[in-house]
């Protein structure tokens, strides 16, 4: 490897590139969120609305401040999402638990009037793999913010683990776009819209992998994040809809 970064020329351009998220928010939360804001919604989801949209506003401010050589601010910003993440985190798994709750008395009541042909046991399993993509989205974001900020020290590998965890932002924007605005459920015959996600997420890594290798730049943490991103996306492939994880997930969320 060649003489350490300069932390303002790792990535000195991504904070621009992730002001796309902006745009992508709003066209994939709109028919679900943005266009019904005078409906009434539990309250947890404006408070998990809120401190993901503080916890996105935090992604693209950093990497801007490194650029201008604002660092003070930009240790302050980051001390601030010790707080900001783990309310993201618990935000999240209390949506995924109201959605769990919500479904499950549904297709109780569905179940039991004759409306839908399954048993209890078939929609248990079912209800469970309609809560993996949320779930394997938080682990990905748990598992790349804390190597993200355990390694603070060390700006080579804080940035690339930090730039993994914010691409956990591409697929609930990114799902919701080809889901509520294409009407795509699928992109292929028998592959779900979420597999578009992680084709890109999978294809961005790939890319500064291969930027990293040939400027012999510390590529061990982009390769070690597309290795994580794979292995999660086999898993979602094989396990959501096993009664192993159906049970798993009851007990968690019922």
Known sequence: MKAKESISAIYPNLGYWLMLFIFATFAGFYVTY??????????IVHIHFAF???????AIAQPLLIK?????????????????????????LLMIRHSYQTQLSL?????????ESMSLEQGLVLLGSYQALPIVYLIWLAIFYTLAIYNKKSPSLHARYMIAAVLTFVGPTFDRILFYLFDMPFILPGIPAEYASFFLIDLILCYLLIKDVRKEKNY????????????????YTLVPKTEPFSSLVKFLFS
């Not at 943005?34 to 309250?43: C, D």
């Not at 201008?68 to 010790?82: A, D, F, N, P, T």
């Not at 061990?220 to 898993?235: D, E, H, R, T």
């Open 52 to 58: 993901m949209g503080t916890w996105m506003a935090m």
């Open 220 to 235: 061990m943490p982009v390769a070690f994040s597309l290795g994580v991103y794979i292995l999660f996306q086999v898993l």
């Open 68 to 92: 201008y050589k604002k660092i003070s601010l930009h240790r302050k910003v980051g001390k601030l999402s010790y707080v900001v993440l783990p309310l993201v985190i618990i935000t999240s």
């Open 107 to 115: 297709m109780t009541e569905n179940i039991a009037s004759g409306m």
């Open 34 to 43: 943005f266009s019904k804001l005078t409906y009434t919604f539990p309250g």
